[in-house]
């Protein structure tokens, strides 16, 4: 493991230019924003599974990694919408931290 999130982001845009080869035309924002809707719902579902609220009659085998495959698939979903903006994920996220901490030093936290 121990890859950095710029590595991380070159590893699905393969997977991207590998899917394109075969899907039946290239995602723009929109077909990300739906893959990503997609992919939030089936992280809740597992949530919902992992939490008890279907009433399933035996446990569900391997939900904590189900839960996980959802989470990498909502941030790839994720890093694929900011290709479509030409956004740098890395630095936005960066900066949105820097901006809740300051806002957290001006609350005295």
Request: hydrophobic share 40%; with cysteine; glycine share 4%.
């Amino acid at each position: 493991m121990g890859k950095t999130f710029e590595e991380m982001q070159e590893m699905y845009r393969e997977v991207v230019r590998r899917f394109n080869k075969i899907e039946l035309r290239e995602w723009n924002a929109q077909g990300a924003m739906i893959e990503l809707s997609k992919q939030v719902g089936e992280l809740a579902k597992q949530v919902m599974i992992k939490e008890k609220y279907y009433a399933l009659t035996d446990e569900v085998p391997d939900v904590d990694e189900r839960l996980g495959n959802e989470m990498a698939d909502v941030i790839a979903q994720v890093m694929r919408l900011a290709d479509c903006y030409q956004i740098d994920l890395e630095r936005a996220f960066l900066s949105a931290r820097e901006d809740e901490n300051q806002y957290l030093i001006s609350r005295g936290v």
